[in-house]
């Protein structure tokens, strides 16, 4: 199962998507910071709740930009065709964990590239 059909992620998920440990990912549970749900000695996080934690991670991290996932709901394109606009070049993005961060400043500049003025269009 890909990280697109998880409805849960544990610990190690998150820490892996903001790029940071497991021990600050517990601490902020264990603070009320982060839900989650307790299942015997594991944890597990709902996607929505991982989201949010990892793009406001990112900002108090001082890496202003998109996931994929928020690229998404802003244009409708397919993950794979962001990831294909990554890889070869076409868009940039920082790696955090495993996942990609587009820069803000980034994605206006690729948005402004193909945007089709009506003087251009001429």
Not at 42 to 67: H, P
Not at 85 to 105: C, F, M, N
């Amino acid at each position: 199962m890909n990280d697109a059909e998880k409805e849960f992620f544990t610990l190690k998920d998150v820490a892996e998507r903001c790029g940071t440990s497991y021990g600050i990912v517990k601490r902020d549970i264990d603070k009320g910071i982060l839900p989650a749900y307790r299942v015997g000695r594991k944890y597990f996080i709902a996607r929505e709740e991982m989201e949010e934690y990892v793009s406001e991670a990112l900002r108090k991290w001082g890496m202003e930009g998109y996931t994929i996932r928020e690229i998404l709901d802003r244009i409708p394109l397919s993950y794979a065709f962001i990831m294909d606009l990554i890889k070869s070049g076409k868009l940039g993005a920082v790696k955090v964990g495993r996942q990609y961060v587009i820069p803000k400043g980034e994605f206006e500049r690729f948005m402004a590239d193909k945007r089709m003025d009506s003087l251009r269009a001429h």
